[in-house]
């Protein structure tokens, strides 16, 4: 595991921790940008992938104030969620974005760093919460 991702059991089935996270993005004031599908792109390619749905998402509210301290940022930005089966269950993975921040010389203590971290564990939380 990369220290800038951290990676949550899921209790539900694939299918339905994928409809909880499209769920939990879109009552929250966050912009989803894609939902990609990675099994579909690999069944089109002739490949065989287990189930694995990235969504892409954030809100300018956040991620503008860490790319004008820095704008290589873009590169790391907009926020990304992994579900994927694995053998041994659905995972949920997520940016740790102080760890990401930190990697581009940002202050992790000063917002909205804290306030993005706190919403993806809470949004991530209610993904895998029973």
Known sequence: MTPHILTQDSPHSFDET???LRAAIEKRPLNLF???DHAAGARKAGL???PST???FGN???GTPLMARNPALGMALPLKVHVYQAEDGVKVSHTDIERVA???GLDTA???VPNIAQMLAGLTGEVVGE
Do not use: C, D, H, T
């Open 60 to 62: 300018p509210k956040g």
């Open 102 to 104: 930190e990697s581009y």
């Open 54 to 56: 990235l969504f892409i």
């Open 48 to 50: 065989e992938l287990a």
């Open 18 to 20: 994928v409809a909880r």
């Open 110 to 112: 000063q917002p909205p």
């Open 34 to 36: 894609a939902e990609v």
